[in-house]
Nanobody
Framework: QVQLVESGGGLAQAGGSLRLSCAAS????????MGWYRQALGKQRELVAIISGRTTNYAASVKGRFTISRDNAKNTVYLQMNSLKPEDTAVYYC???????????WGQGTQVTVSS
């Protein structure tokens, strides 16, 4: 099992920054890809950014503004969000994929609200 706990959400003004953290515990050595997803009110959950080793991928809507990083020693993945826009408002979820089990694990989510 893998447990994920997010932190760092909150309220920011447009153009501002926030940093999300996701601490993993449990069978962390089994984790391959980690990522961030978000779900705005009334919309489907969407991919924001993923990281596997040194490879990262971003949604087109956040590329150049958000940066995902991972500290394996701390079993933590981060999402640095700069130049925030009101449309970034959503609940952000941390995700970990364990290939050996073909299973996804999710955090509880953290709210990010960007005011104009």
């Amino acid at each position: 099992q893998v447990q994920l706990v997010e932190s760092g959400g909150g309220l920011a003004q447009a153009g501002g920054s926030l940093r999300l953290s996701c601490a993993a515990s449990g069978s962390t050595t089994s984790i391959g890809v980690m990522g961030w997803y978000r779900q705005a009110l009334g919309k489907q959950r969407e991919l924001v950014a993923i990281i596997s080793g040194r490879t990262t991928n971003y949604a087109a809507s956040v590329k150049g503004r958000f940066t995902i990083s991972r500290d394996n020693a701390k079993n933590t993945v981060y999402l640095q969000m700069n130049s925030l826009k009101p449309e970034d408002t959503a609940v952000y979820y941390c995700n970990a994929y364990v290939a050996n089990w073909n299973r996804d694990f999710w955090g509880q989510g953290t709210q990010v609200t960007v005011s104009s």
